[in-house]
């Protein structure tokens, strides 16, 4: 992104200063291990160079005043009462970092902020947590510079966008975003966050993100019903043996649940997690058609056992399958729509977008995007 233009979009809507800060927040993708951070497993996700860019100017007072280039409503506040608001939409997210970090004891400055994205808003890469990272980040800033502690950003984040907005999110987004690293995925273990940086070196092949296009619908509910099986699972295998989280149960435990519904909920988790172990045994061996047979495990069990993928993140994934410079491919995040990545021969890439495209419209009437994006940094300031 050109400084210029965040620099215009700052002063067209605060004015001229010779004093405006830039920063970057990254989206994510997760690589493998989906629905597993909030059972206590691992997870393998890593930051992208597509993400949102931001023009700030600190200001003396207490105001914040937050315009986006990518979204209509302009949303003002006072540090000192921050309140949800329906209306405010999507600056609610900010507002929920700022009043818990303020919860923390910081004093902060107020700011205009001007924001421009590059992410597909709501299509699962994290725009939300991309966002409250950002958020936090900046009004730390002139207090903490770079020597903020980004697992605790990362937690305030998660926070604010299980308290304030209502949404139960598990650590893995806010996480990705605060502590992404260029050309490295995150091996992040969710229950005691101790984690550790993968080079990803797919050899000649390029990761590609297929946007279905398909808003995730339900994703809310149908995320948090999946939530409560997992607890109902943990909670009937723990009548006959004390485990801490889903992750620690072993196959053989699933013959304790006497629920066919959460025996096979559990059987994703346990499995899934397995899956990054060994993904990341592979990766590090350098063998991509290995871990290309692993996403494609993963995106089965997202499927049929855990049923949180759905017609087009389906068609997309199996489009994408049938060519034959692909090794792998699953949906990634959430699930209900949103998007998928595949690992594609990069001499290749061009046809594959275009059967791709062509197959899932056939199908479900959408057009769907491609975007080729870097492993890259989390949060920074830049220029
Ligand atoms: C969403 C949540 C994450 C995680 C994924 C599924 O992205 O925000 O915490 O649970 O879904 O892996």
Redesign the pocket.
């Known amino acids: 992104m050109d400084k210029s233009l965040l620099k215009e979009g700052f002063e067209k809507n605060f004015g001229t200063r010779g004093d405006i800060q830039y920063f970057f927040s990254p989206g994510r993708v ?1 690589l493998i ?6 059972n206590g497993g691992l ?1 393998f996700p890593c930051a992208l160079s597509i993400g949102i860019y931001a023009a700030v100017g600190y200001r003396e007072d207490k105001k914040v005043r937050l315009v986006s280039k990518n979204m209509v409503n302009k949303v003002e506040f006072t540090l000192n009462d921050i309140q949800f608001k329906e209306e405010d939409g999507w600056g609610n997210y900010p507002k929920g970092v700022i009043k818990y970090i303020q919860e923390e004891g910081y004093n902060l400055k107020g700011a205009d902020i001007y924001l421009e994205s590059t992410l597909p808003d709501g299509a ?1 890469l ?1 725009s ?2 991309a966002l409250e990272v950002l958020t936090g980040y900046i009004m730390l800033y002139p207090i903490l510079g770079d020597k903020i502690d980004r697992v605790w950003l990362s937690l305030i984040c ?1 926070r604010a ?1 299980n308290e304030f907005i209502g ?1 139960n ?6 996480f990705s975003v605060a502590m992404g690293k260029r050309d490295h995925a995150i091996l992040l273990d969710c229950n005691t966050l101790e984690y550790e940086y993968v080079p990803v070196d797919l050899k000649g092949y390029t990761l590609v993100i297929m946007n279905t296009n398909k808003k995730r619908e339900l994703s809310e509910s149908k ?1 948090n019903e999946r ?1 409560y099986e997992c607890e109902m699972a943990l909670k009937h295998i723990n009548d006959y043996k004390k485990i801490e989280n889903l992750c620690y149960a072993t196959l053989e435990d699933l013959g304790l649940l006497k629920d066919n519904l959460l025996k096979t909920r559990a059987r994703h988790v346990i499995t899934e997690n397995q899956r990054v172990k060994e993904a990341i045994k592979f990766l590090k061996g350098g063998n991509i058609k290995e871990f290309g047979k692993l996403l494609v495990k993963s995106h089965e069990s997202l499927k049929n056992d855990y049923e ?1 993928t759905g017609l087009h993140l389906d068609t997309i994934v199996e489009a994408a399958l049938k060519f034959e410079g692909c090794i792998g491919a699953r949906m ?4 209900f729509g949103g998007c998928g990545i595949a690992i594609v021969e990069n001499k290749l890439l061009e046809e594959f977008i275009k059967e791709v495209e062509v197959k899932y419209k056939e199908i479900t009437n959408i057009s769907p995007s491609f975007y080729i994006s870097r492993i890259d940094d989390g949060v920074k300031m830049l220029f």
């Open positions: 997760n291990g989906e629905h597993i951070d909030y997870v699962g994290s939300s947590a998660q966008e949404v999110c598990g650590i893995m987004d806010q995320y939530r949180v990634t995040g959430a699930g």
